[in-house]
């Protein structure tokens, strides 16, 4: 079964930096696009950043500049590097992948458990 964990969450200061790190598992045949979103109570999940296969990035406007993904596709694994933090990025962040699961011919979309992420004084 294809699981998304993520790790690296936590209580950062304003201005400080953070890392996440996701690692897709299970029997996998390939991996699409893989990307980060978040929410805050009351909103709706939006998107961070999301990396394709071929290795183009997309990011929000609101994190541009501040905040890199990247991937390991040796390891199946997306990462987020947060710089500059803000008390705004506090949220629950969510790993998302495209996955085709080994012997089977679909591809599906999966979700992380998600990880907090708290900026604060």
């Known amino acids: 079964q294809v699981q998304l964990v993520e790790s690296g969450g936590g209580l950062v200061q304003p201005g400080g930096s953070l890392r996440l790190s996701c690692a897709a598992s299970?029997?996998?045949?390939?991996?699409?696009?893989m990307g980060w979103y978040r929410q805050t109570p009351g909103k709706q999940r939006e998107l961070v950043a999301t990396i394709s296969g071929g290795g183009t990035r997309i990011y929000a406007d609101s994190v541009k500049g501040r905040f890199t993904i990247s991937r390991d596709n040796a390891k199946n694994t997306v990462y987020l590097q947060m710089n500059s933090l803000k008390t705004e990025d506090t949220a629950v962040y969510y790993c998302n992948a495209d996955i085709r699961p080994a012997q089977t011919i679909r591809v599906r979309n999966y979700w992380g458990q998600g990880t907090q992420v708290t900026v604060s004084s």
């Open positions: 299970g029997s996998i045949f390939s991996i699409n696009a």
